[in-house]
């Protein structure tokens, strides 16, 4: 990401801002008439073309004024996390809405509406498929040759346990040395989360295995941490505010197309919200999980009650969004659902 100076950041700053109010590229006596140091359209030029020139801005158009590019909104946004604060309009509307709310259903049912009402995007909130799935611990047992026995603890007491089949014969010692990495890698983990996570490292690590990560692999690929689970919750609202904000239709029938499948919101929102964070994330083109997003924006937050991770609650929208308001509603919401939660057992 480029490195800009004041003057750069609040010039950069007011066109964002304009652009995304009027939708319509900014030109440099606009900034000028607003500007509070009295610079002049010609110095405001100059810096806008050396924001341009650090990959910030975009010119549609010779005769036009400039509109953020992808990486100006990337480098926007991550300046304003953590540094504002909610509208009193905006607590008020999140407080009637969740009166009273104590039930995890009802309360993502409501985020996914409060979301789509704030932010004017797309509301999306998705539980977890089942509740107290953080990983505790995992623990393997030598049955018999090719045949272990694999338990699973939750963070909430729950033991699943299964008989594995295994290709290959291992040791206790084997054994105890994969339970080992499991536990010191992903204690705290949402088990989801660590599925895909050894996935990705038995992957990677493929053409370099030492007998640790082919333990590793086999005993997972015998379901060390299958289980049996409750079909994630999907709630999606607001689609009716791309219709009326997104002018490329080609683009606004791609991202429909996966709101309507409940599979690609869930792959989606795993892909970019990671459980293990703490803050608000903000995705600027989403092209890494689904190619033909790279246009939009995800902001959001996982769903906690205390150390227990129950779900995922996100804005999915166009770049031209307001960053401020959204950032923070689903900061405040991720927040107060941890709240209502405790605040009920």
Same mark, same amino acid.
């Given at each position: 990401?480029?490195?800009?100076?004041?003057?750069?950041?609040?010039?950069?700053?007011?066109?964002?801002?304009?652009?995304?109010?009027?939708?319509?590229?900014?030109?440099?006596?606009?900034?000028?008439?607003?500007?509070?140091?009295?610079?002049?359209?010609?110095?405001?030029?100059?810096?806008?073309?050396?924001?341009?020139?650090?990959?910030?801005?975009?010119? /549609?158009?010779?005769?036009?004024?400039?509109? /953020?590019?992808?990486?100006?909104?990337?480098?926007?946004?991550?300046?304003?996390?953590?540094?504002?604060?909610?509208?009193?309009?905006?607590?008020?509307?999140?407080?009637?809405?969740?009166?009273?709310?104590?039930?995890?259903?009802?309360?993502?049912?409501?985020?996914?509406?409060?979301?789509?009402?704030?932010?004017?995007?797309?509301?999306?909130?998705?539980?977890?498929?089942?509740?107290?799935?953080?990983?505790?611990?995992?623990?393997?047992?030598?049955?018999?040759?090719?045949?272990?026995?694999?338990?699973?603890?939750?963070?909430?007491?729950?033991?699943?346990?299964?008989?594995?089949?295994?290709?290959?014969?291992?040791?206790?010692?084997?054994?105890?040395?994969?339970?080992?990495?499991?536990?010191?890698?992903?204690?705290?983990?949402?088990?989801?989360?660590?599925?895909?996570?050894?996935?990705?490292?038995?992957?990677?690590?493929?053409?370099?295995?030492?007998?640790?990560?082919?333990?590793?692999?086999?005993?997972?690929?015998?379901?060390?941490?299958?289980?049996?689970?409750?079909?994630?919750?999907?709630?999606?609202?607001?689609?009716?505010?791309?219709?009326?904000?997104?002018?490329?239709?080609?683009?606004?029938?791609?991202?429909?197309?996966?709101?309507?499948?409940?599979?690609?919101?869930?792959?989606?929102?795993?892909?970019?919200?990671?459980?293990?964070?703490?803050?608000?994330?903000?995705?600027?083109?989403?092209?890494?999980?689904? /190619?033909?997003?790279?246009?939009?924006?995800?902001?959001?937050? /996982?769903?906690?009650?205390?150390?227990?991770?129950?779900?995922?609650?996100?804005?999915?929208?166009?770049?031209?969004?307001?960053?401020?308001?959204?950032?923070?509603?689903?900061?405040?919401?991720?927040?107060?659902?941890?709240?209502?939660?405790?605040?009920?057992?």
């Amino acid at each position: 990401m480029a490195t800009i100076g004041k003057r750069e950041q609040e010039i950069l700053t007011a066109i964002i801002e304009t652009y995304i109010s009027t939708g319509e590229p900014v030109g440099s006596r606009t900034l000028a008439r607003r500007n509070r140091e009295g610079l002049s359209a010609a110095t405001i030029r100059n810096v806008m073309a050396d924001l341009a020139e650090a990959g910030l801005l975009a010119q /549609p158009h010779t005769s036009a004024g400039r509109m /953020p590019s992808i990486d100006g909104y990337r480098y926007y946004a991550e300046k304003l996390s953590g540094q504002v604060t909610l509208k009193p309009d905006d607590e008020q509307i999140i407080q009637r809405y969740f009166h009273g709310v104590s039930d995890v259903q009802e309360f993502m049912e409501r985020t996914s509406h409060v979301l789509s009402l704030i932010s004017s995007g797309v509301g999306v909130a998705v539980t977890s498929g089942g509740p107290r799935k953080a990983l505790e611990h995992v623990h393997f047992q030598k049955l018999r040759d090719y045949r272990v026995l694999a338990v699973m603890v939750t963070r909430g007491g729950l033991v699943r346990d299964r008989v594995l089949r295994l290709q290959h014969n291992m040791t206790q010692p084997e054994l105890d040395l994969a339970a080992r990495y499991i536990n010191d890698n992903f204690r705290g983990w949402v088990i989801e989360d660590v599925r895909r996570e050894l996935e990705r490292r038995i992957e990677q690590e493929r053409s370099e295995y030492d007998q640790l990560m082919n333990s590793v692999a086999q005993l997972y690929q015998s379901g060390a941490l299958a289980a049996n689970e409750e079909a994630a919750e999907v709630f999606v609202e607001g689609t009716a505010n791309l219709v009326s904000k997104e002018n490329n239709t080609e683009r606004l029938r791609q991202l429909l197309k996966t709101l309507e499948e409940k599979a690609r919101i869930i792959e989606l929102l795993s892909s970019y919200v990671d459980t293990r964070q703490e803050a608000v994330r903000v995705i600027i083109g989403l092209e890494e999980a689904m /190619p033909d997003l790279s246009s939009f924006v995800l902001i959001g937050a /996982p769903a906690r009650s205390g150390e227990e991770i129950l779900g995922r609650l996100a804005v999915i929208g166009p770049t031209r969004m307001d960053y401020q308001h959204t950032i923070n509603a689903v900061s405040y919401i991720a927040q107060l659902f941890d709240k209502l939660l405790n605040d009920s057992e």
